[in-house]
C-alpha cells in the first residue's frame, strides 16, 4: 500500500535514519532542513516496493562525499534533482520514481528533495539496508544491478557522467576523485533499475522502518517509557530482528580524520563506574568493528549504533565527543546481506579487516532490553 | 587546399612536433607507432581551415596526463576513437572532421589515429600552436569557445562526461581528477566546434608546420647544411617567424618529479667551455622559462625548445640527461597568443610565475643560426 510522508514526520524519519547510519551516512538534520524548504504542506507518495510495476523505472538519488564535510557544506539544494535530471537525459528516458540507495543517514532525504521537486513518488527501499561508505557497496550490485551510467551534478552546475560498464568499484574511484575536487561532496543519481530489478536487489520497506524506529523512540521518551525497549519492539517484525547491547559508558576518545574524501578514525568507550574494560569502535564513515576487551562483539554488515545512554538518540561519528554518556547497540542486518557475495562486497574484508564476519545475535548475546 | 598525410610522413611530423612541443606534450614516437598501425598504406585527409565550410562540425581529439606517464603506459590504440564517439553520441551528432588540441608532442598525432580509425579528415589548425599542460590553456577558450562537454575514454572501456557549461579551468579540475585515477593517462574530445569557430578561435596550419620542420630538420642533415639553418628559414615564413640561440652548453642538473598528474622540475645547462654561466629552465610538463645567469630570455607563451646541439634533434623534458651537449632556442609565437587575454590563459601567470611577459625577439638578441 503507498503512504505519505509529510513535513510532521520528517523528524522521526531523521532520527531513524540517522540510527541505521550506524554513525555514517552523513547528518540527515541538515536534509531534513533541506526538504521541509522544498515540500512545504505538500506530501511525497511512498511506494511499497511489493506493488510496483516490473516496468516501472526507478533513478535513485544521493548525496556522497565525508559525513564531516557534509556539516560545514550545505548543498544549495537544486543539485539532487539536477542528478536526476543529468541521468534521464542521458538515457533518453524519464523516471517514474526515485529511491534512496542509502537509507541511513542524510541519503534517506535526498530522494524525498527530489520527490518534492519533481512530483515523483519514492520507492520504499534502498540498496544499503543501513550506510555504507563507497557506491559499490549496493545490494543491488551484489544481485547483478549495476551503477553505471552514474550522474553527478555540483553545486556550481557541473555535470559528470561516469560509465564504468559492470565495474561498480571503478565508478566508485572515478566519482569519488570528481567529489573530492568539487570540494567534498557531489549529489549523484545511479543504479537505474526497472521495478522487477528493485524487488529482486533492494532491502525493501527501509525508509518505513526508519521513520518507524524514529517515532517509536520519540513516543516512548514522551511516555516515559524505555526507547531501548522501542527499539527492540519496532525491529523485532522487521528483517533486523536481533538488537543487543554491546557495551554502556562514556566516550573517552575519539581520533578522527577526513582523508581521501572519507572520515577514519576510532572511538575508545569506558564504564563510568571505573571497571578496567573498554570497548573499541573502529570507522570508515561508518562504525565497522565493535571490541570489548579486544574480542569481537558485532562486525560489518551488523549495524553498530552509538545512541546517549538515556534517550537513545543517536550520535554519528562525527558527533562523538569526549565525555558523552553513550549506549552501544549491535543489530543485525537482513540474510539478503550475510551472503557469501554480499559479504564479498561489503563485509569486513571489503574494509580491509582480517576478522571473518560472525552475526551480532551470536557474539553478544545479552538483550538491548536487559543489559 | 587539403593535403593527405601518409605513413612516410609520420617521423618527420613527430620531429617537428616534438619541438613545438617545447618539452613536453608527451612523445610522439609512441603516437607515430600507434597511427602506423591502423594506417598501414592508407592516407589521412588534412584540410586547410581557410577553406573548411563554416558549418563543418568538428571534434578535436587528444590524450590527457604526464608524459612521464605516457612513456610507460602506451594506450591500448581504441581510446581516441572512443572519446569521440562518446562526444558524438551525447551531442547527438556526427563529427565531420577531427583536430589537434594541441599540436606539440603526442598530441598532434592522436587526432591522426582517430582519422584513421573513422576516415574522418584532420582540420589543419590547432588551439595551443604548442604545448600547453591544462585542458583550459586554449585559443579556442581565449576567443570564446569552451570546452564543454568533455568526453573521457579509458583504457578498460571508461566512459566521463563532464560539461562545466563556460568554466573551462573546473573542467580541467575535474577531468585531471579522473585521468589521475585512471592511472595518469586519458584520451578525451571536447571543444566541438563549427568551422566558423575553428576559423575564429585556432591556430592554423600548425600540423603542416610541424610536419615542414621535421622535414627540414632531416633533409638538412642528409644535404649536411645546418638544421638551424633550416629550423629558422621554415619558420620565417610562419606565424612563428622569430628564432633565437638562448644558450648552448651541457645539462647539468635535472630535477623533475611527476606530482599531481604533472611532470614539474628544473634543468641547468652550463657551458662546456668551463665559462661560469648558466641557463636555468623551469617546467610544467613544458618549458615555461628560461634565466641566464638569473635573466629572463624566453618566457611561456613562446616556445622554449631544448635540441640536440649537433643535430638539432628535440628533446623532451623525460629526455633530458645529465651531459647531453645541446642548444636551447627560443622561438616567438603567434600574435593571436600574446593578446592580455591569451597571457591571462596561458601566460606566466597562469603558471604561478612573477614574471611578465616579454616577446622573445626583445630579449635574446642574437639570431639561431649565427649563435
Redesign the interface.
Known amino acids: 500500500m503507498s503512504w505519505q510522508i509529510t513535513k510532521d514526520d520528517l523528524s522521526d524519519l531523521a532520527r531513524g535514519a540517522t540510527l541505521l547510519g550506524t554513525g555514517g551516512g552523513g547528518d540527515p538534520y541538515i536534509g531534513q532542513m533541506l526538504v521541509e524548504r522544498v515540500l512545504g504542506d505538500g506530501a511525497i507518495t511512498v511506494l511499497d516496493p511489493d506493488e510496483i510495476d516490473d516496468d516501472l523505472f526507478v533513478i535513485p538519488t544521493a548525496q556522497m562525499g565525508a559525513p564531516t564535510v557534509m556539516v560545514e557544506k550545505i548543498p544549495a539544494g537544486t543539485e539532487p534533482s539536477l542528478s536526476l535530471r543529468i541521468l534521464e537525459e ?1 538515457l533518453g528516458r524519464k523516471a517514474d520514481a526515485t529511491m534512496p540507495i542509502e537509507c541511513g543517514g542524510i541519503n534517506s532525504m535526498i530522494p524525498l528533495i527530489v520527490a518534492a521537486e519533481t512530483g515523483l513518488p519514492v520507492v520504499d527501499a534502498d540498496g544499503m539496508g543501513r550506510a555504507f561508505p563507497e557506491l559499490s557497496m549496493e545490494t543491488f550490485a551484489v544481485y547483478g544491478v549495476h551503477g553505471s ?1 552514474l550522474a553527478l551534478a555540483g553545486e ?10 559492470d ?1 561498480d568499484r ?1 565508478m566508485e ?2 566519482a569519488r ?2 567529489t ?3 570540494g567534498g561532496v557531489g549529489h549523484i543519481a545511479e543504479y537505474a533499475m526497472s521495478g522487477a530489478d528493485v524487488k529482486r536487489t533492494a532491502v525493501p520497506r527501509t525508509l518505513s522502518m526508519a521513520l518507524t524506529l524514529g517515532r517509536a523512540i520519540r513516543e516512548a521518551r514522551e511516555a516515559n517509557r524505555s526507547p531501548f525497549e522501542a527499539i527492540a519492539e519496532t525491529l523485532s517484525t522487521t528483517l533486523y530482528a536481533h538488537v543487543r547491547t554491546l557495551f554502556e559508558g562514556k566516550v573517552v576518545d575519539v581520533d578522527r580524520r577526513t582523508t581521501e574524501g572519507f572520515a577514519k578514525g576510532v572511538a575508545r568507550i569506558a564504564p563510568t563506574d571505573g571497571h578496567d574494560e573498554e570497548l573499541e569502535i573502529r570507522f570508515q564513515n561508518e562504525n565497522l568493528i565493535a571490541l570489548r576487551n579486544g574480542e569481537l562483539v558485532a562486525i560489518v554488515p551488523d549495524l553498530i549504533c552509538v545512541v546517549e545512554s538515556e534517550s537513545a538518540e543517536p550520535i554519528t561519528t562525527e558527533g562523538l565527543r569526549y565525555g558523552q554518556r553513550v549506549r552501544v547497540l549491535g543489530i543485525s542486518t537482513p540474510d539478503m546481506m550475510r551472503t557469501p557475495e554480499a559479504l564479498a562486497a561489503f563485509g569486513p574484508s571489503a574494509f580491509g579487516l582480517d576478522e571473518t564476519f560472525a552475526p551480532v545475535e551470536g557474539l553478544a548475546l545479552s538483550e538491548a532490553t536487559t543489559a
Open positions: 542521458h551510467p556550481r552546475g557541473e555535470r559528470v557522467i561516469i560509465d564504468t560498464g565495474d571503478q574511484w572515478l576523485a570528481i573530492i575536487r568539487l
